[in-house]
């Protein structure tokens, strides 16, 4: 029972970062059609950001919150310079996203070094807490709080605000909504920037949890959120929500039971799941 | 008169593919003229082109006698372009009401009261009003995607194939409503549907391998076997 309360602890925990990083990748993919491998990037720049701040600061939310600025300003730039030219070119999306990513992984490097640098928790959530008899990092209840808060907030703006209604219609048919009279790249330009910024809030998050922040983090973490978009099904918040729960509780299970196949369980989850349904398990058809 | 909307020498391509070559049309205030010709015949495409929807090679497009070639989709429909697509695309996870909501280019008295008069057009949308348009039938749909243009204040309503997969029963009731809406709006209309074009069309456009070859009044036309046969191949 203790077992199963801490890989439960841990999965959540997990499932909870996948999903910061996953929400933002999955709507921009089934909203724009923009296959973003530059996704990881802003996770990787939030985790810098957050820990450059907190070594001048000590304060964790103001690095924290400058991450999340980061990852919102990269999103707004990259969107309206690269991404813009290229939208329902697959290829040129491809190519421009994955330069993007080499080229400011090679940035990171640049103004941090190589070497892994140590990232704190905070001091509020450094401790340990009794949960079931059991000891758990405060520090994972944490993510798992702002994982749901997250999810609620989300949740919230898709199904109770124009800006919403304007995703949900634009996944199914970018070009009706255009035709209705909504200029519908100012919504393609704040989704990009929210999922960027999401993604850089999940790296600053991440990077306490292990310990520190290295420049492969962004697309070694991204692999994950292209397995979950399309476990989930692309543009599909249920479908993020409940892949990213998917594959953080397996990914615990798996690694704590049969550590060498970790990270074939997720790409096995994968096949699976598209040979069964090819759009996801909450997916668009033909999208 | 000045016309609603006048194309000349409309010319535009899908891709590589130039699919409208030369089409020439005039739509007067309160008109409903029909657009008819065989499958490829580039009705679709004119009025895709209309809208923004593609990139437009040449030619004139003027809406009230102010050119609106080359602007984008979403500057089209707020000049006072409503559009109803073939398929009619209703958003599949909005409600019926979402969907007239995103719709609507101003929130007034005018446009509620407008909103109105389309759900006692259609009272199925009435009924279905807080239900996911996934649910909805194929003719509750295209009901749908015409009350969607008709709550905001159009200068011409572009409507594409309202009968295509539907069942009789419900074609005869969007034709009772499209009949209904010529009180009030400039309609253009394409259509495969010969019956239901005559009793909405005023006049009518024949379109061949993209250009505008024929037209004249719809009454004309429904009498004309020879011009059916020759344009359109449905007379007996």
Redesign the interface.
């Known amino acids: 029972m203790d077992t199963f309360i801490i890989l439960l602890v841990n999965g959540l925990a997990d499932a909870s970062l996948i999903f910061l990083m996953a929400a933002g990748l999955s709507i921009i993919l089934g909203m724009m059609g923009v296959l973003n491998f530059a996704h990881g990037t802003m996770f990787l720049w939030g985790g810098y950001t957050s820990v450059w701040i907190m070594a001048r600061t000590g304060n964790f939310w103001l690095g924290a919150l400058g991450a999340v600025a980061v990852g919102a300003l990269m999103g707004l730039v990259f969107e309206r310079l690269f991404i813009r030219p290229a939208y329902g070119k697959v290829t040129a999306q491809i190519l421009i996203t994955l330069g993007l990513m080499i080229v400011f992984t090679d940035l990171a490097r640049l103004l941090w070094g190589a070497t892994p640098l140590p990232a704190l928790r905070p001091a509020v959530f450094d401790g340990m807490v009794a949960l079931g008899g059991v000891r758990i990092a405060e520090y994972r209840i944490f993510l798992i709080v702002i994982g749901v808060l997250v999810a609620i907030g989300i949740h919230a703006l898709i199904n109770r605000t124009r800006i919403g209604m304007v995703m949900r219609a634009g996944v199914q048919s970018p070009e009706m909504v255009r035709a209705l009279g909504i200029d519908i790249s100012k919504y393609f330009t704040l989704v990009f920037a929210g999922g960027a910024a999401l993604a850089a809030l999940g790296g600053a998050l991440y990077v306490p949890l292990v310990g520190s922040v290295w420049s492969g983090m962004g697309m070694e973490n991204q692999i994950l959120a292209f397995i979950v978009v399309v476990v989930g099904g692309m543009g599909s918040f249920i479908g993020t929500a409940a892949g990213s729960l998917l594959i953080g509780l397996m990914g615990t299970l798996v690694a704590w039971f049969f550590p060498p196949a970790a990270v074939v369980a997720n790409v096995l989850l994968m096949a699976v799941v598209l040979v069964w349904k090819p759009a996801g398990l909450f997916g668009l058809e033909g999208k | 008169m000045q016309p609603v909307l006048k194309l000349e020498n409309l010319s535009s391509f899908i891709g590589p593919f130039h699919i409208v070559q030369g089409v020439s049309l005039d739509v007067f205030p309160g008109e409903a003229v029909v657009i008819l010709g065989r499958n490829g015949s580039g009705k679709t495409t004119t009025l895709r082109t209309i ?1 923004g ?1 593609l990139r437009v090679a040449s030619g004139v497009i003027e809406l009230a006698g102010e050119t609106i070639l080359g602007l ?3 500057q089209v ?2 000049r006072g372009v409503g ?1 109803v ?1 073939e398929d009619c ?1 209703v ?4 409600t019926v009401k ?1 969907n007239l ?3 609507m ?1 101003k929130a007034d008295k005018e446009t509620y009261a407008r909103q109105s008069y389309a759900l006692d057009l259609f009272p199925d949308l009435k009924k279905a009003y807080s239900r996911y348009a996934a649910t909805l039938s194929g003719g509750q749909r295209q009901m749908l995607a015409i009350a ?1 243009v008709l709550q ?1 204040d159009n200068k011409i309503i572009l409507i594409d194939e309202p009968s295509k997969g539907l069942a009789p029963i419900i074609v005869e009731r969007v034709g009772e409503a499209l009949i209904a809406m010529k009180n009030s709006c400039t309609l253009i209309l394409v259509e495969q549907n010969f019956p239901l074009a005559c009793a909405v069309g005023d006049r009518y456009y024949i379109l061949n391998s993209g250009r505008s070859v024929h037209s004249g009044s719809v009454a004309e036309l429904a009498q004309d076997v020879q011009l059916q046969n020759r344009f359109l191949s449905i007379g007996s």
Not at chain 2, 91 to 94: R, Y
Request: hydrophobic letters at 50%; aromatic letters at 14%.
């Open positions: 809208m929807l984008p989709a979403h429909a707020r559009y697509p695309i958003f599949n996870f909005l979402e909501q995103i719709a280019r969607r905001n």
